[in-house]
């Protein structure tokens, strides 16, 4: 049986040959799903693809995949189960349409959402929906403002990831009333500097004061991404109830021999060198087995989550001391501290600031314009 058949008996199966790059902003969001992951079977509205056997079933008829593009269209969501080569099966639901391909083994999956969802959903995963309206209101732009930068950049059949290497993108679960009202309030406005969606970053808690794009990317900062202390008038900083403002942990020789590369038994020291001026380690020496290496404090910090997981030492903003049995680590704040403090903005709006205040304080020179739907 051939695709164009399939439609007889499953009309939400639709033939494709390519991706089309939308022509402008009116056209939704184009979202990987499963981004980092393979997936080897999906099941959709009534349709299961298998990407080992190369086929695509209804519980009418199986045939052929080949090198189409199926089309799935939410009416008015799709539940979606995703098996990965892992055997792990994730369990979802998607607006819009989606869009399935094999490519290399693996299934390609393409949810094109609009951008309202979108944002909503990203909110979901970014912030909790109890937090002050303002802040979700300056949260929203954030999101759309990255995604509209993204969308203009995009050379792929897609223009964001659904992880960590774009925003983290859910579907429909976790939605709340206060972060639809988060996204409807705010629809259509986006950060912009020079006529151009901005370059958007945003972190969990910035520890008092946020970095330099510079620091995460090595490339000279626009001058909204220079860094600025996050303190209120008495110098407090407007983070100091996040739970991970000031953290200590220790760190035993042996995990610190495998985040550093050196044998424990041969490790005598770690010193910070040198600190960005917003105080993050630029600099980190070590000293062991007859020798000394000195790392970048983004490459140790990356390292550390890598081998330590997350929140051991869950930023760049720390102290570092020898103890008997390995070393210990004082900080503040939890990721890069780039751009927009999460729970600075949250601190921001419990003091009676609006999404736009919030919003310059952390992008000092951009401003918020209404585009046309994304």
């Known amino acids: ?218 490339l000279p900062p626009p001058p909204y991404l220079l860094g600025v202390p996050d303190g209120d008038p008495s110098g407090r900083p407007y983070c100091a109830s996040a739970p991970y403002f000031r953290w200590m942990n220790s760190v035993s020789a042996e995990a610190m021999s495998r985040i550093v590369n050196v044998p424990a038994d041969r490790l005598d020291g770690v010193a910070i060198t040198e600190r960005w001026p917003d105080g993050r380690v630029k600099t980190i020496t070590v000293s062991g087995a007859g020798a000394t290496t000195t790392f970048e404090g983004r490459t140790f910090y990356s390292r550390a989550l890598s081998v330590l997981g997350y929140k051991v030492i869950p930023s760049a903003l720390f102290d570092v001391s020898r103890n008997t049995a390995g070393f210990d680590f004082i900080g503040h704040g939890v990721g890069h501290g780039v751009g927009m403090c999460q729970w600075g903005a949250r601190g921001r709006a419990d003091a009676g600031m609006q999404a736009a205040q919030i919003l310059a304080a952390y992008f000092p020179s951009t401003v918020i314009a209404r585009m046309q739907p994304l």
């Not at 009534?46 to 939410?74: C, K, P």
């Not at 929203?140 to 223009?159: C, E, G, K, P």
């Not at 964001?160 to 988060?182: C, E």
């Not at 996204?183 to 259509?188: Q, V």
Request: hydrophobic share 40%; proline share 4%; charged share 15%.
């Open 1 to 218: 049986m051939t695709l164009a058949a399939a439609e007889a008996f499953a009309p939400c199966v639709a033939r494709k040959s390519a991706l089309a790059q939308p022509a402008d902003l009116q056209a939704p969001l184009r979202v990987r799903l499963f981004a980092g992951l393979d997936i080897v079977r999906l099941s959709a509205g009534g349709v299961q693809i298998d990407a080992a056997a190369g086929t695509l079933s209804t519980a009418h008829a199986s045939q052929t995949l080949g090198s189409q593009i199926v089309e799935l269209r939410a009416s008015p969501l799709l539940d979606v189960s995703a098996l990965t080569t892992t055997g792990s099966t994730i369990e979802r639901r998607y607006p819009g349409t989606l869009f399935i391909q094999l490519q290399n083994g693996m299934l390609h999956v393409i949810n094109r959402v609009d951008a309202e969802t979108y944002v909503a959903s990203v909110l979901a995963s970014e912030v909790s929906p109890s937090w002050p309206a303002e802040s979700l209101r300056a949260q929203a732009i954030a999101v759309r403002t990255y995604a509209a930068h993204a969308r203009n950049l995009s050379t792929r059949d897609y223009d964001l990831n659904d992880d960590t290497t774009s925003q983290v993108y859910r579907g429909l679960d976790g939605i709340t009333s206060s972060l639809v009202s988060a996204a409807n309030d705010t629809s259509g406005q986006v950060l912009t500097a020079g006529g151009l969606p901005a370059t958007i970053y945003y972190s969990s808690s910035c520890g008092g004061h946020t970095a330099s794009s510079f620091e995460i990317t090595g």
